[in-house]
């Protein structure tokens, strides 16, 4: 049987395996499955080597991996069957976690695997939210009030109050990304809503920057995948459209900007590693 190719992340997992206490499964699936989508078509020996070690490992990790897993598989043509019907097994269990509640348990860096691997819905409508609208919702997070945040948030995404709530007081962030991803929000305006929205967040200029640079790799499909997955976790009592919030709303007071040069609207500098709150 052929080995799979030598990869330094290979090296430094079997590296791990030595350690008691690590568990290295979930992490070994994934790269096992990065090196094996890398290539267009495999040998027999290769599929049957990597059909003995995947499926074995897909039994002993978690519902987040799998799901990072099942992405990158999904569109990939070379997938082998026994693969494809271990998965699917596994989804199927009544234990199956609600795919909503997944993303809100996993960490951050399983948050960004399960984003970026997401399949693209690309039969999800977009959300065709104003200039004024947008500005609106920065402004009540640059005015630190997250309540009318929130509001304003829920009816744009047509989500149920409590998921608007949880994203908004996410101390993590990347579900605020998604739901700015998926408003098409400017990514200038999105590090200012970062900063000043949660102080969870904003005290960190560092995650600011990884945030940020979630946003630049999260593609506009792949969020309203995830909106999908949201919207589908809960009953909503009330429906809104974008064109309520703009009649709600048209009479209420104007907030006013921040003070700080760089987060002036209009000449907004992106932040970067390194700078200051």
């Not at 990304?177 to 970062?194: N, Y």
């Not at 919030?245 to 000449?267: H, L, N, Q, W």
Request: charged share 25%; hydrophobic share 40%.
């Amino acid at each position: 049987m052929s080995k799979l190719p030598a990869d330094p992340r290979l090296d430094g997992l079997f590296d791990l395996a030595m350690r008691d206490g690590v568990d290295i499964r979930p992490t070994l699936l994934r790269v096992l499955t990065d090196l094996y989508v890398q290539k267009p078509f495999h040998t027999r020996e290769e599929e049957t080597q990597y059909v003995e070690l995947a499926t074995g490992l897909i039994d002993a990790v978690d519902s987040a991996t799998l799901a990072v897993v099942a992405a990158r598989l999904r569109d990939y043509p070379a997938t082998p069957e026994a693969v494809r019907r271990k998965l699917s097994a596994r989804d199927s269990a009544p234990a199956r976690e609600d795919l909503c509640e997944l993303f809100f348990s996993a960490s951050a860096e399983e948050r960004r695997l399960i984003l970026i691997n997401l399949v693209p819905d690309r039969t999800a409508r977009p959300l065709h939210v104003s200039p004024e609208t947008l500005a609106r919702l920065e402004a009540s997070a640059l005015q630190r009030n997250p309540s009318e945040f929130t509001r304003i948030l829920r009816a744009l995404l047509n989500i149920a109050p409590q998921l608007a709530l949880r994203i908004v007081q996410d101390a993590s962030g990347e579900p605020l990304v998604v739901a700015c991803k998926s408003l098409g929000m400017a990514p200038a305006a999105l590090q200012r809503i970062l900063l000043f929205l949660n102080p969870a967040i904003g005290h960190s200029v560092d995650r600011v920057y990884q945030l940020a640079q979630l946003f630049d790799e999260l593609s506009p499909e792949a969020a309203a995948h995830m909106l999908s997955i949201w919207r589908g976790s809960a009953p909503r009592k009330r429906s809104y459209t974008p064109a309520n919030i703009d009649d709600e709303t048209r009479s209420a007071r104007s907030f006013a900007s921040p003070s700080p040069r760089r987060m002036s609207r209009g000449g907004a500098t992106p932040l970067r590693k390194g700078d200051r709150a």
